[in-house]
């Protein structure tokens, strides 16, 4: 569906490196998170598949169409929702979203239009002018936009920046409708959380190149051979009373609480040891892994 093949892009200005010999191929129907730190070449790669950054070397192929060569068609696949929210405010959302249609030329589209308003909550606002709309109402515009001629691939670049948690969680319910129905989606996010939620592919960029590209579970069981383990006692507790625990690194929290640190493999040989201590607890809390501790490890490192 999307192939890009040892693409770098070097600014002239600065002779800066933005992208360092990039390969990644989306399949059909992939919801991938697309993570890095600002400035990793994130951007620089979702405006090199949108048509508007040339690329320095390699190839870029959307639905089998080569970007260089064929970019008209390449357009018909693709939406991009972009960070910037500017367009020309003196439209309403109706009358954008009909323009828009008619680049692709959709000439009569109302009843998907009807749709994609009611989906993303913008019905009533349909004949507000685009500079009244608050900055979420913008967001939720710019996917109906990306998505107002039907492409197979939607690229979201920070989607629910300066959106509300209630909002935030009204388009993730819409992003995995919008999965099921068979549309490939690449996210790109500084809500970790939103990736580990939505996404089934987790590919992190950093110094414009990629560090990792796994799919989220085999990720997260890789990078994640340490969980937290929090034992509840009914005691106040002495941490001189755990140093048989100390390769552990053993810690008091709110007195009755000790939390270890504890790798997968020796899970049991720490309630062994506890046994032999004559030691019983009222509570056990295992923390599972996160993914955002998983990027900032590997970013870091």
Request: aromatic letters at 8%.
């Amino acid at each position: 569906m999307l192939s890009i093949s040892n693409v770098s892009k070097t600014y002239k200005q600065g002779n800066k490196e933005a992208l360092k010999n990039i390969n990644l191929d989306i399949m059909e129907g992939e919801f991938t998170a697309l993570l890095g730190q600002n400035g990793a070449g994130k951007s620089t790669l979702i405006n090199i598949m949108a048509g508007n950054v040339k690329k320095t070397k390699g190839t870029v192929k959307i639905g089998g169409y080569d970007i260089d060569s064929n970019e008209l068609d390449t357009k018909k696949i693709i939406g991009i929702v972009p960070q910037d929210t500017g367009y020309d405010f003196i439209f309403t959302v109706d009358e954008a979203l009909k323009k828009q249609s008619g680049y692709f030329g959709i000439k009569d589209n109302k009843e998907y239009i009807d749709e994609l308003l009611e989906a993303l909550y913008l019905t009533e606002k349909r004949s507000a002018r685009l500079r009244d709309l608050s900055g979420g109402m913008r967001r939720r515009f710019l996917i109906a936009k990306a998505l107002v001629h039907k492409p197979k691939i939607l690229i979201l670049d920070e989607p629910t920046a300066g959106v509300d948690v209630e909002m935030r969680h009204t388009l993730y319910d819409f992003l995995i409708k919008l999965h099921e129905s068979g549309t490939t989606i690449i996210l790109t996010t500084h809500y970790i959380e939103e990736a580990e939620k939505l996404c089934k592919r987790i590919v992190i960029i950093d110094g414009g190149e990629i560090v990792a590209d796994k799919p989220k579970e085999e990720l997260m069981e890789t990078f994640s051979r340490e969980i937290v383990v929090e034992i509840h006692f009914d005691n106040e507790l002495k941490l001189d009373d755990f140093d048989f625990l100390k390769e552990y690194q053993p810690q008091i929290e709110e007195k009755t609480n000790l939390k270890l640190k504890v790798l997968r493999k020796d899970f049991s040989k720490v309630f062994q040891k506890l046994a032999g201590k004559n030691m019983e607890f009222t509570d056990l809390i295992v923390e599972k892994p996160k993914l955002e501790d998983i990027y900032l490890n590997l970013i870091n490192h």
